[in-house]
């Protein structure tokens, strides 16, 4: 048995994990911004959940959910940095305000909760780190500039933070979804006012995410089993793509990068110095 802090564990991948971990006999900590939005867990597991109020744009918030769950469970074994939202604006189109919410929400929000966790995790060499990323962090569409760039500068965060743990026993793992049927681009998604000459690519994008809502190929109760299952494996991957969608899409992308390397391999290379200069 486990001690889990889940972010978002209202709704989508953080309800599907927390329940799917609570059934699996761990421990939760449901950081969410509405405790009342998981009543229903905290009821079902007496003793097992336990809902903690949590804002990933509050500084002040890591440290304190970080303190609650020890209080609570005496231990913290796993974080699922869970909790996001996206936003609809060509880059152009984003206001100061969207930019700074966003950006507190995925990247700087989440980070503050990794480096909370990281004193317990070090003192007892051992603990995970898992975190929801995205496909558009890797292969971006247009739109999601503001987005796909938070999550992009947490996959990097995270990337460089594993090899500072990796021989205090400490593991992370990015999990990269493509669309999962959840409320991120119905109720959760903040957009922007479209400027006509953004129709088509925001707007065409966009129209594909509303056509998509409700029909979401990805299924977050398996995906939630999935990432569990990382648990069990002492060499958990540092990236897990989940569902055909993101893993078609990712593959893509590895290839075009590859062939562009390649084509222009002659300008980029010969630009050392010489050997012994
Ligand atoms: N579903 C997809 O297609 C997809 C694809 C790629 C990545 N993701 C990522 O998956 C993660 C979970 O999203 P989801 O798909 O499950 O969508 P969701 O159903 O909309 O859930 C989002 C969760 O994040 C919480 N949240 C938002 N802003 C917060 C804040 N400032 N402080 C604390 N909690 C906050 C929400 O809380 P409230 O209930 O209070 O709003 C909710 O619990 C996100 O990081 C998202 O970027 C999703």
Redesign the pocket.
């Known amino acids: 048995m486990k001690t889990i802090l889940i ?10 994990l927390s329940t799917e971990a609570l059934k699996r006999g761990h421990q939760v900590a449901l ?4 405790p009342g ?1 998981v009543a229903d867990l905290v009821e079902a597991y007496p003793g097992k959940a336990h809902a903690i109020r ?4 509050n500084p002040l918030d890591a440290e304190r959910v970080v303190k609650e769950t020890l209080e609570k469970f005496a231990s913290l074994d796993v974080l699922i940095n ?5 936003l609809l604006a060509a880059l152009e189109e984003s206001t100061d305000e969207q930019l700074a ?1 966003n950006l ?3 990247f700087t ?1 989440p980070f503050r909760l990794i480096r909370a966790v990281l004193p317990v995790m070090r003192a007892q060499q051992g603990g995970r780190v898992i975190t ?5 962090a890797y292969a971006n569409h247009p739109g999601f500039a503001v ?1 796909g760039g938070a ?1 992009a500068a947490l996959d990097a965060a995270c990337d460089a933070a594993s090899q500072e743990v990796a021989s205090l026993g400490i593991k992370f793992t990015q999990v ?13 998604l903040d957009q922007s006012p479209r400027l006509p000459d953004y129709e088509a690519s925001v707007g065409k994008f966009g129209g594909f995410l509303s056509k998509m809502d409700g029909k ?1 190929p ?1 299924d ?1 109760a398996k995906a939630a089993s999935a990432i569990l299952d990382l648990l069990n494996e002492e060499k958990p991957p540092f990236r897990l793509v989940i569902g055909a969608y993101g893993n078609n899409t990712f593959a893509k992308k590895i290839a075009s990068m590859e062939a562009e390397l390649n084509a222009w391999k002659e300008k980029g290379l010969p630009t050392d110095f010489l050997p012994g200069a």
């Open positions: 972010t978002g564990a209202s709704t989508g991948f953080g309800r599907a950081a969410v911004r509405t939005s949590f804002d990933l744009t869970n909790a996001g939202y996206g919410r507190e929400t995925n929000g929801m990323s995205a496909i558009a987005y999550k990269i979804p493509g669309p999962f049927r959840t409320d991120f681009i119905g109720r959760s979401q990805g977050p």
